[in-house]
């Protein structure tokens, strides 16, 4: 039988969180759901954006390619996250620089420009309606010791690289950039983008779809098996017998025995967002007016921006049990009434949930499961740039180039010990993370 259309509302398998994304995104088809066997070069597993950027490269280099997806086009973190691409990691310039030596914080630095660089690249060159701009992003200071901080990477992007394009910004400074008065100083990068990420996903898959890419919708991948020198990826409807398989389900596991081997090296996280109505007219002029993207540096971090309908997007953590409590949207909008006090009694208009997966050392990581599988996953909430990085290179990969990525390739990527404890030890540490956040150390 061939592949059959699927309508997005007879399916609860495709629908999204009812996020600003879906409530300001454009509609595109649905996708087929896989119902026969296909043979092929590669298989991917999951239309986020790790398994399309590897499957653009793919069909760039015409290496034939099927994307299995279990829900529909960014379902996952890439359809309801910030639609950050900022230029920086987790960690600041200066640790890189100290932890790992000067070469490969440069190359790090390298890499992070060439993942937002790629990003713009499958923009343009596919034409992606998506909102793309370099709208500059703001990593914020609440106290002294993080401010030093910031100014210490200016110092190091400027010796090291010269790269003189960030700059500081003063507390009074960032209230005329923000319309909040709590940050103590921050640093500006006007390279790093926004995006709409679920416009991104959706016409990212269509464009490939248009150049001959086989993607199938609420087809799950339920199990490999090895047959010679092929691997057979097994979905509820059907088969694909491919050479390769390229894992990019980040922090959405399912139920394929691969992927939960892989999830016992991350620490998966939910994160909660909440977004507000558009903001009223005698208010809004004065919160974000260049459309610059916010993320702050406590440890429990939060993050803004200004949303397609005028309104606002808070994010920060959510629960660790993955479930949509609402102790954590309430949480978010009191953070949001101390970040703009002018805003404590807005309409939250959407509220959703996703998963990240988070590793020890702040890096995502991609590798090979033996000689048939490769992976890439763990870009906690640093995602929107490096997962088209990672996808791009994890194809180059399977195609039997060498892994390049420095600290984000699968040296030391081990199964975290003691990982079945990981529920309250997160807890724990999340406690600890609010009290030095609190009290500013
Ligand atoms: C709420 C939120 C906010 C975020 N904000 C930012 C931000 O502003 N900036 C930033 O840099 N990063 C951010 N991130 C992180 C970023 O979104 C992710 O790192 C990135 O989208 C990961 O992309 P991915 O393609 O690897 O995974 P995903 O987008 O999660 O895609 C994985 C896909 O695999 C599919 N799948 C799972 N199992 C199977 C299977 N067995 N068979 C077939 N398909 C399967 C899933 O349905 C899913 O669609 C955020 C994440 C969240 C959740």
């Not at 701009?133 to 910031?150: D, V, W």
């Not at 606002?312 to 629960?319: A, C, D, I, K, M």
């Not at 939250?348 to 890096?363: E, K, Q, S």
């Not at 997962?387 to 390739?409: D, I, P, Q």
Request: aromatic share 8%; with cysteine.
């Amino acid at each position: 039988m061939a592949a059959m259309r699927v309508s997005e509302s007879d399916n609860p398998a495709f629908q999204h969180p009812q996020s600003v994304w879906t409530a300001t995104g454009t509609e595109v088809p649905a996708l087929p759901t896989l119902q026969r066997r296909v043979q092929t070069d590669a298989v991917i597993i999951g239309a986020g954006f790790t398994g399309l950027n590897a499957a653009w490269e793919l069909s760039q280099r015409g290496v034939s390619c099927v994307v299995l997806e279990a829900s529909d086009l960014g379902w996952g973190a890439s359809g309801r996250n910030g639609g950050m691409a900022v230029l920086r990691y987790k960690k600041p310039w200066s640790t890189l620089s100290s932890s790992l030596g000067e070469e490969k914080a440069r190359r790090l630095y390298k890499l992070i420009h060439e993942a937002v660089d790629t990003l713009e690249e499958n923009v343009q060159t596919l034409q992606l309606e998506c909102g793309f701009q370099r709208c500059g992003h703001i990593t914020a200071a609440t106290n002294a010791k993080a401010t030093q901080t910031l100014q210490k990477d200016i110092e190091w992007l400027s010796s090291s690289v010269q790269d003189n394009s960030p700059r500081m910004l003063s507390a009074d400074e960032m209230r005329e950039h923000t319309g909040s008065s709590i940050y103590t100083g921050s640093y500006l990068d006007k390279r790093s983008a926004g995006v709409h990420p679920l416009d991104y996903s959706r016409q990212f898959g269509q464009a490939l779809l248009a150049k001959g890419v086989e993607i199938y919708g609420g087809s799950a991948a339920t199990s490999l098996t090895s047959e010679g020198d092929w691997i057979r990826v097994d979905t509820p409807g059907g088969s694909v017998q491919a050479r390769k398989v390229l894992i990019c389900n980040n922090a959405y596991p399912g139920t394929l025995e691969q992927s939960n081997a892989l999830i016992r090296r991350v620490l998966p996280m939910t994160v909660a967002v909440i977004a507000t109505a558009p903001l009223p007219d005698d208010l809004s002029p004065a919160i974000l007016p260049n459309g610059e993207l916010v993320t702050d540096m406590r440890n429990l971090v939060n993050y803004y921006r200004r949303t397609p309908d005028g309104g606002l997007l808070f994010g920060g953590r959510g629960s660790f049990t993955g479930t949509d409590s609402p102790k954590f949207f309430n949480l978010l909008h009191s953070q949001l009434g101390e970040t703009f006090p002018q805003l404590r009694d807005i309409e939250i208009r959407h509220h959703w949930t996703g998963h990240i997966a988070m590793t020890l050392d702040h890096f995502p990581h991609m590798g090979a499961l033996g000689n048939k599988v490769f992976y890439a996953l763990g870009y906690g909430g640093r995602g929107v740039a490096l997962s088209n990085l990672l996808g791009k290179h994890l194809a180059r990969l399977a195609l039997g180039e060498k892994n390049e990525m420095v600290t984000m390739s699968d040296d030391h990527f081990e199964p975290i010990p003691l990982r079945g404890l990981h529920l309250p030890i997160m807890q724990t540490a999340a406690f600890y993370y609010r009290f030095r956040d609190k009290f500013g150390i």
